[in-house]
């Protein structure tokens, strides 16, 4: 069965560039989510898509920005990159925001290191 | 305040015996979902697990129940005749239907399989 598919799986920058993470969500899966996992941590929600709107917002940077495209998948921008932005990001796709169960199907995540 | 506490940082289990993880979470939202994911060192998270906050039986899946005590707000994970590949780190999360539609994770279990 397919899965969330994130590119790239690794990604190495310097401070203060620029990267883009992109995710493509299960077929027919209307919702994405993001999340950073820094060394250690657990998942902190970033930010969410339903329908290509922006959904919800968490603990998102400013110099972070994301968008969902009408093929229903997300990129996830970053610039003016920062050592402490060194982590793994997971992107996650569900149908729908309805219920409860709507599991979350994470991706392999992108582990990004700025050096 | 944090919504999901795993107080064992770190676990370990005889192989083929079982072991249980703890997660109590904090909710005002009727309507919930407790979830536990399996993070191996690759990185990706697994899904095992899921428990409704309407739920009247515990969840198992193969291996996996969910202890799920509703008034203590208490959602342990047991895994049953451990085996050397349960050995991972463990997350607990969250979903409530009207606060958002992301997930919150606990801080994660360590769990160490011995032969």
């Known amino acids: 069965a397919a899965g969330v598919i994130q590119s790239p799986r690794h990604l190495i920058k310097e401070k203060r560039e620029t990267a883009t993470l992109k995710c493509y969500p299960i077929?027919?899966?209307?919702?994405v989510y993001w999340y950073q996992q820094g060394p250690g941590q657990d998942p902190q929600f970033l930010i969410s898509?339903?329908?290509?709107?922006?959904?919800d917002k968490g603990s998102i940077p400013d110099r972070f920005s994301a968008q969902q495209f009408s093929d229903y998948h997300s990129e996830l921008n970053m610039s003016s990159l920062e050592l402490g932005d060194s982590a793994l990001y997971f992107c996650?796709?569900?149908?729908?925001?309805?219920?409860?169960?709507?599991?979350?199907?994470f991706g392999p995540g992108t582990r990004l290191t700025v050096l | 305040a944090q919504k999901i506490t795993q107080t064992q940082p770190g676990m370990f289990v005889q192989e083929k015996e079982a072991v249980t993880l703890d997660c109590t979470y904090d909710?005002?939202?009727?309507?919930?979902?407790l979830f536990w994911y399996k993070q191996p060192s690759s990185g990706e998270m697994i899904f095992l697990i899921y428990?409704?906050?309407?739920?009247?039986q515990n969840a198992t899946e193969g291996r996996y129940s969910l202890n799920f005590q509703k008034a203590r707000k208490s959602a342990n994970l047991v895994i049953s005749a451990s085996q050397l590949g349960d050995s991972a780190m463990y997350f607990c999360?969250?979903?409530?239907?009207?606060?958002?539609?992301?997930?919150?994770f606990g801080p994660g279990t360590r769990l160490s399989v011995l032969p």
């Open positions: 996650a796709s569900s149908l729908g925001l309805a219920d409860s169960y709507n599991e979350q199907f």
């Open positions: 077929p027919r899966h209307d919702t």
């Open positions: 898509f339903y329908e290509k709107m922006q959904s």
């Open positions: 909710t005002s939202d009727p309507s919930y979902g």
């Open positions: 428990q409704g906050s309407y739920d009247q």
């Open positions: 999360a969250m979903r409530e239907v009207n606060y958002g539609q992301n997930f919150v």
